[in-house]
C-alpha cells in the first residue's frame, strides 16, 4: 500500500487533486450543514448552473475560467438570496429562470470560444487531470475564508438558518449573513468544479451532512461527521477514479451515497434491535 501511494505521489497532477479533494471535502459539507438546515439542500445545484456561465464566458475570452466563474456564482447568489428574501410567489418561477438560464448561457457562449476549448465536461463532472497549480492556490484561499466563517460565525449562521424571525428578534443582522451563506454557497461550487464538477458539487454539501446526522446528537457533532465524511468520500473517490478510469464527481457521489445508505441500515438494524 505505502508503495503504491508513492507510486500515485510521483504524479504532479494526483498531488494537486488529492489536496484539491481535501479542500472540497472540508468546505462542501461545512455550508451544506447550514443549507440543509435552512431546507435550500439544492441550492449548490442552482448556484453550479450559474458558474456554467462564467466558465463559458472563461474559455471564450481565453482566460482562466476558475476567477470568471468565482465572480458570476457570486453575484449569481446574492441574486437569488435577494429574490427568495422577497418571498412571492412567483420567486420560484424566477429562480429556475435563472438556474436554466446559466446553463443555457453556458452552452451558447462555449459555442464561439476558440476550437480545443469548447469541452465543458471537465467542469460539468470534475476532472482530476485538470487541477493546475494557480487553480489549486485558489480553491486553497477559498476553502480557507469558507472555514473560517463557518466555524467563527457557526452560532450566528445557525440562528438563521434555523429561525430567521428569531435571529431577527435577537438582533443578528439576518439579510447581511443570509447574503455571506449564499456567496459561501458560491464559492464552495467554484472550489469543487475541478473535482466534483458543477452538476454534482450539491451532493456533497448535502450527502455527507445527511449522513452525519443520521448518527450525530447535535449540530456541532453533525458538522464535524459531516466534513470527516466528506473528505474521506473526496480522497477516495479520487483514488478510486484513477485506478478505475472512472470520472471523479461521480465517483465522490456515489461514495456518499454509500456511506449514507450503510449508515441508515445500520441504525435501521441498531432500532430493530433494541425494539427486540
Avoid: C, W
Avoid at 449548490?44 to 474559455?59: E, F, K, M, N
Avoid at 487531470?129 to 486553497?140: I, M, P, Q, V, Y
Avoid at 478510469?245 to 456511506?259: C, E, N, R, W
Amino acid at each position: 500500500m505505502s508503495l503504491l501511494a508513492a507510486n500515485l505521489l510521483h504524479y504532479g497532477f494526483m498531488r494537486r487533486a488529492l489536496l484539491a479533494a481535501v479542500l472540497v471535502g472540508l468546505a462542501a459539507p461545512a455550508v451544506g450543514i447550514f443549507l440543509v438546515q435552512r431546507r435550500l439542500a439544492l441550492i449548490g445545484d442552482g448556484l453550479g448552473h450559474i458558474a456554467v456561465t462564467g466558465v463559458a464566458l472563461g474559455l471564450v475570452l481565453n482566460r482562466a475560467p476558475v476567477p470568471i466563474a468565482l465572480v458570476t456564482a457570486v453575484v449569481g447568489a446574492v441574486a437569488v438570496e435577494l429574490i427568495r428574501a422577497r418571498g412571492e410567489q412567483s420567486a420560484e418561477i424566477a429562480l429556475a429562470i435563472l438556474f436554466y438560464g446559466g446553463i443555457g448561457g453556458g452552452v451558447v457562449l462555449v459555442s464561439q470560444a476558440p476550437s480545443g476549448t469548447r469541452s465543458l465536461n471537465q467542469y460539468l463532472f470534475g476532472s482530476i487531470s485538470t487541477t493546475t497549480s494557480g487553480d489549486l492556490r485558489t480553491f486553497a484561499i477559498l476553502a480557507a475564508i469558507v472555514m473560517v466563517v463557518a466555524v467563527g460565525l457557526g452560532g450566528a449562521l445557525f440562528s438563521v438558518s434555523n429561525d430567521d424571525e428569531f435571529a431577527r428578534a435577537s438582533g443578528l443582522p439576518v439579510m447581511r449573513l443570509n447574503l455571506l451563506l449564499a456567496s459561501l454557497s458560491a464559492f464552495t461550487v467554484v472550489v469543487s468544479m475541478r473535482v466534483v464538477g458543477v452538476l454534482l458539487v450539491s451532493a456533497l454539501m448535502v450527502v455527507p451532512v445527511a449522513a452525519a446526522q443520521l448518527v450525530a446528537r447535535s449540530f456541532r457533532m453533525t458538522f464535524v461527521i459531516g466534513i470527516a465524511i466528506g473528505v474521506t468520500v473526496s480522497l477516495a473517490g479520487v483514488l478510486v477514479s484513477y485506478y478505475a478510469d472512472t470520472p471523479s464527481g461521480g465517483t465522490i457521489v456515489l461514495l456518499a451515497i454509500a456511506v449514507f445508505a450503510l449508515l441508515l441500515i445500520a441504525k435501521n438494524i441498531g432500532r430493530l434491535l433494541r425494539r427486540a
